[in-house]
């Protein structure tokens, strides 16, 4: 078995099949610049940003590389619509899709010959993005920072594969070679990572952001917001914690809770805010012990991958 030549690799033309994934607020063009460049597939995070906003990162990302990249629409967002519509302006080659359905925007993507391949959490969606006519899926379990659903990588990303006939990505908890040797042993064939890239020396978040992530344990990772429909893995601080229990005692009401963490992740990233960010982060951060360039992290997984599945 090898990561080298695998249906994603095809299909993007990309060296080696790993996707960053969209980060809201972090995953700008320095960082999918750096990705691309060094043979992954970069992805602009397209969150709630302004469009304009949007447009100079896209066309910053192309003055940064000549590889292909990619953008991530949170179909909730209330600039989803704008955004489907920027990235075919703009000749984007592939879209991500998380938070829900893109199935209206399908078809005017593939006219545009965009490639997409939405983030799914369960066999379902997996099946109707595949009948939609998504060029393939991220299976992302819930060991993932940021928005998360409940199933784990290691059940979820097998019975997707089972499921889809497209070629499935794997994400969530894959941070170095053995993540991708075992993702490719489920049936994967291509990782979307996360939390290793929020320690990119290219990423732009604030040094106290990756501090955290590098200092975190295996233990360091709490989920708040179940009882708001829109569950978030964040590394524990004081703020975490606190959201937590006020989920749990019943101190914040949903309400208050919304109210407590709305611009959190921004003051995390911007301003490294431990008393009102929310650090979003993947359970896999405990592995995390060192920052270094994208072109590092890529080569040394790929490296460790390889020499597990060839053995
Ligand atoms: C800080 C952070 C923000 C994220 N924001 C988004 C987002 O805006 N859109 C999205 O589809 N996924 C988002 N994700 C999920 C990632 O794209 C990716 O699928 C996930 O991080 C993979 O799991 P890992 O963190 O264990 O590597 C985010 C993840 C993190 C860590």
Redesign the pocket.
Known sequence: MTTKKTRITELLGIKYPIFQ???????ESTLAAAVSNAGGLG?I???SAPIDYLREQIRRCKSLTDKPFGV?I?LMSPNAEELAQLVIEEGVPVV????GNPGKFMAAWKEAGVKVIP?VPSVALAKRMERSGADAV?A??T?????IGENTTMCLVPQVVDAVEIPVLA?????DGRGIAASFMLGAEGV???????AADECQVNPVYKELVVKAKDTDSVVTGRYTGHPC?NVKTKFSKMLANGEKDGSLTPEQFEEVTLGS?RKAVQDGNLDEGS??????AGMVKEVKPCKDIIEEMFGEAEALLSK
């Open positions: 994934g969209g980060m809201a607020w972090i995953a992805i995070a397209g969150g991530n949170m991500t899709t998380g938070a983030v991220i992302e379990g060991e993932s920072g940021g928005h994400a969530g908890g894959i941070a979307q990572v996360g939390t290793r890239f929020l893995r992740l650090f979003l982060c993947g359970a896999i």
